[in-house]
Nanobody
Framework: QVQVVESGGGLVQPGGSLSLSCTAS????????MGWYRQAPGKQRELVAR???????QYLDSVKGRFTISRDNAKRTVTLQMNSLKPEDTAVYYC?????????WGQGTQVTVSS
C-alpha cells in the first residue's frame, strides 16, 4: 500500500537549519509530484514546497530563499532543507503525494524553532 514516512524534525534555535526527509513506497514514485505541508497550532495546513516529476519546484512565499526541496528517485525520497529558520516556521510538517485524486499523508514530524 501507499506509504510516506517523514523524519528529521526537532528543536532548533532561530537562524538554525534542519533537514526533513520523506521516504515513499507502494507507488511509482518517480512520476508523481511530492509536497511538504505544515500545520501550526490553530492554523490551517499550508503548502510549503512541492516538486514535480520533472523537478520543477514551487515554494510558499515566506520560505523562498530559505528552504529547498529536492528528490532522489533512486532512493524514493524527498528532502526539505530548511535554513535560517524562524519561530514562525514552528509547525508539524507533513509529506504528501496526490495519487489518482487521493491525498496521502505521512504521520508528520514536529519542527520547533525557539531559543
Amino acid at each position: 500500500q501507499v506509504q510516506v514516512v517523514e523524519s528529521g524534525g526537532g528543536l532548533v534555535q532561530p537562524g538554525g537549519s534542519l533537514s526533513l526527509s520523506c521516504t515513499a513506497s507502494g507507488f511509482m514514485f518517480s512520476i508523481y509530484t511530492m509536497g511538504w505541508y505544515r500545520q501550526a497550532p490553530g492554523k490551517q495546513r499550508e503548502l510549503v514546497a512541492r516538486i514535480t516529476s520533472g523537478e520543477s519546484t514551487q515554494y510558499l512565499d515566506s520560505v523562498k530563499g530559505r528552504f529547498t526541496i529536492s528528490r532522489d528517485n533512486a532512493k524514493r525520497t524527498v528532502t526539505l532543507q530548511m535554513n535560517s529558520l524562524k519561530p514562525e516556521d514552528t509547525a508539524v510538517y507533513y509529506c504528501n503525494c496526490l495519487l489518482s485524486g487521493r491525498d496521502y499523508w505521512g504521520q508528520g514530524t514536529q519542527v520547533t524553532v525557539s531559543s
